[in-house]
Nanobody, 124 residues
Framework: QVQLVESGGGLVQAGGSLRLSCAAS????????WGWYRQAPGKQREQREL??????????NYADSVKGRFSISRDNAKNTVYLQMNSLKPEDTRVYYC???????????????WGQGTQVTVSS
């Protein structure tokens, strides 16, 4: 079992920045990769968009929509994964979720371990 708690969301103006945190506990040593997802209003859980991933080796990957603006990182000592979001746009308004995932080859896959989500709202 892995428990995840996200924080750091809020209301920000377009062009601003936020840093999301995902504090992990439990059997985190079994986790090979971490991911940040986001969910648009009215969309189902299965329609969450994968935004960024980081592997246990530190390799990162980003969706084209956030490449160059978002950065994922992790602090092993604090068991925390971060998502630094810069140059935010109104279309980034979503609920953001952290996931403790795995790797199939080089491809990330999600697991049932999700946090409760944190709301990010970007005003124009």
């Amino acid at each position: 079992q892995v428990q995840l708690v996200e924080s750091g969301g809020g209301l920000v103006q377009a062009g601003g920045s936020l840093r999301l945190s995902c504090a992990a506990s439990g059997n985190i040593f079994s986790v090979n990769a971490w991911g940040w997802y986001r969910q648009a209003p009215g969309k189902q859980r299965e329609q969450r968009e994968l935004v960024a991933t980081i592997t246990s080796a530190g390799n990162t990957n980003y969706a084209d929509s956030v490449k160059g603006r978002f950065s994922i990182s992790r602090d092993n000592a604090k068991n925390t994964v971060y998502l630094q979001m810069n140059s935010l746009k109104p279309e980034d308004t979503r609920v953001y979720y952290c996931n403790a995932g795995g790797l199939l080859g080089r491809t990330y896959y999600s697991t049932p371990y999700w946090g409760q989500g944190t709301q990010v709202t970007v005003s124009s």
